[in-house]
């Protein structure tokens, strides 16, 4: 049984170290690209503002945003989860990339609501496309994405060497890796056990 464990995690190793640092790699390229791209279309060339117009470049702002991160991941994870760059890059990378994550899928959400309804009630479509919609539920995505994911920040940890545990509020955790910027998964799997 020791045999098979320690092929899962030789496995588990390899596909951090070299499958997440090359599709982390890639979705950074394109997902900048393409993002840049896009934010550019939109700003100079669509007019008049609609919601829908307004949440889309918020979408696209997002998954900008959202790619930036991917460097920071693609150095973690192609340096076998060592993490030099630091307690609060680790706090920040972790943060923003969930943050982001959140808002990307909250203004997808915005976009297929916003469709439902112009679909559902044609007659009022003049009524959704005004602009306030578009900027009040870019508000409220960013808002929302800030309400789920600043509670996280106390769940991101940088371990360190020297110290073979680390706490978090009134629980303490054993660690397996230094200088590991652990995130808040880490975290609950480990409570888990």
């Not at 994550?101 to 009630?121: D, E, K, N, P, T």
């Not at 545990?165 to 995130?183: E, G, K, M, R, V």
Request: glycine share 4%.
């Amino acid at each position: 049984m020791a045999g098979l464990n320690d092929s899962c995690t030789d496995l588990e190793v390899l596909l951090k170290r070299y499958y997440l640092s090359v599709a982390y790699g890639i979705i950074f390229v394109v997902g900048l690209v393409g993002n840049i791209t896009s934010i550019g279309i939109y700003l100079a060339k669509l007019r008049p503002w609609k919601s829908s117009s307004i949440i889309m470049v918020n979408l696209a702002l997002t998954d900008l945003l959202y790619v930036l991160t991917m460097p920071f991941l693609v150095y973690y994870y192609s340096n076998g989860e060592s993490w030099m760059l630091g307690d609060f890059m680790c706090r920040f990378v972790r943060f923003a990339f969930h943050f982001h994550l959140y808002g990307s899928i909250l203004s997808l959400s915005c976009v297929a609501v916003f469709r439902f309804l112009v679909v559902i009630q044609p007659l009022r479509v003049v009524e959704v496309q005004q602009k306030v919609w578009g900027i009040v539920a870019c508000l409220v995505v960013w808002i929302v994405s800030a309400a789920e994911v600043t509670p996280m920040l106390t769940f991101i940890s940088l371990t360190h060497k020297d110290n073979m545990t680390f706490c978090i509020d009134f629980l303490t955790f054993p660690l397996f890796l230094n200088h590991s910027c652990a995130n808040f998964l880490h975290v609950l799997n480990a409570a888990r056990l």
